[in-house]
């Protein structure tokens, strides 16, 4: 017990374990965003989940409440659903609908902030780009050890988003490939997107207050995207997608050691990195697009958008 007390007091042990933690559960989650294209949802949720919050505090007074999750859940929901009757206006496309939503929650958040809760620590920059080096600073007591809160808090949601794919993986497979069919057989696919974006706001807010809503975002869409070049399958994607989040973890951790930059900024980069090899050596990227041009015996890959992967 000694032994692990000891690598857990490691400041980049727990660094390096909370942005592995924070970007599995994020790819796990993105993956489904990314194949629905709804990624940018994921950016809409972080953003709005500040307003949740906010609402819960000036309602009992204290951040120290399990309510934030649920005040960020609904208000994550409720920009899903207004977009959602945005676009059912035909008036306003998708991106369109994202646009207007989240700026307008996240400006009354903002306001709110500003009028009731300025002596508070809750501000946009904690939300937004968080501060992934002072996690280790803030622990709690687990048994006989002493354990960030961020790395127990993100454990717990990992835990969770892991067992939701695992369970519904299934369910979750047929209502992103083919929805009018897991309607057809009673599944319920909204349903499903409803709670496949409510856990999006769960980790979102899991995430915030130690890594910032950017790179939880990065960690939502890059991933998953690197992945869907590198398969065509969703087991396989899932797979690629957490191993990714963790390589750019480690390799953006030891950049900001060597480089003496924001770890948080260095994940986040780390992302993009992967991202373009994958975008220049995947399955499906530049370099086999153009060798399938130049050799036409070349075995054909199938060319497939998410409506058609298997």
Not at 225 to 243: H, I, V
């Amino acid at each position: 017990m000694n032994v692990l007390q000891a690598w857990l007091d490691q400041p980049g042990v727990t660094i390096v374990l909370v942005g592995t933690l924070v970007g599995v559960a994020a790819s796990l989650l993105g993956t489904f965003l990314v194949l629905r294209r709804e990624s940018m949802l994921s950016d809409a949720i972080s953003h709005s989940v500040l307003l949740g919050i906010v609402v819960v505090y000036l309602l009992t007074g204290t951040l120290d409440t399990p309510l934030h999750v649920v005040g960020a859940a609904l208000a994550g929901l409720a920009t899903v659903w207004l977009t959602d009757v945005l676009v059912r206006s035909r008036r306003v496309k998708s991106d369109a609908a994202i646009g207007l939503v989240f700026p307008a929650l996240f400006a009354v958040a903002v306001l709110l902030i500003n009028l009731y809760a300025r002596d508070v620590h809750l501000d946009t920059d904690a939300v937004l780009l968080g501060e992934i080096a002072f996690a280790w600073l803030d622990v709690v007591r687990v048994g006989a050890l002493e354990v960030a809160r961020s790395l127990v808090t993100m454990l717990v949601v990992t835990l969770v988003n892991l067992a939701f794919v695992v369970l519904l993986y299934k369910e979750l497979k047929l209502a992103t490939f083919d929805p009018q069919l897991a309607a057809a057989l009673g599944l319920r696919p909204a349903l499903l997107g409803y709670a496949l974006l409510g856990l999006v706001s769960v980790s979102a807010v899991g995430a915030f207050d130690a890594v910032g809503a950017i790179l939880f975002v990065a960690f939502v869409i890059v991933p998953p995207t690197a992945a869907y070049l590198l398969t065509d399958r969703l087991w396989r994607m899932l797979t690629l997608g957490c191993l990714i989040a963790v390589g750019s973890s480690l390799g953006g951790y030891a950049f900001a050691r060597a480089y003496d930059v924001s770890i948080g900024g260095a994940m986040a980069s780390a992302t993009g990195v992967f991202l373009l090899l994958a975008l220049l050596l995947g399955k499906h990227g530049v370099l086999a697009r153009a060798w399938r041009r130049r050799s036409p015996t070349a075995p054909p890959f199938a060319e497939l958008g998410a409506e058609g992967r298997p």
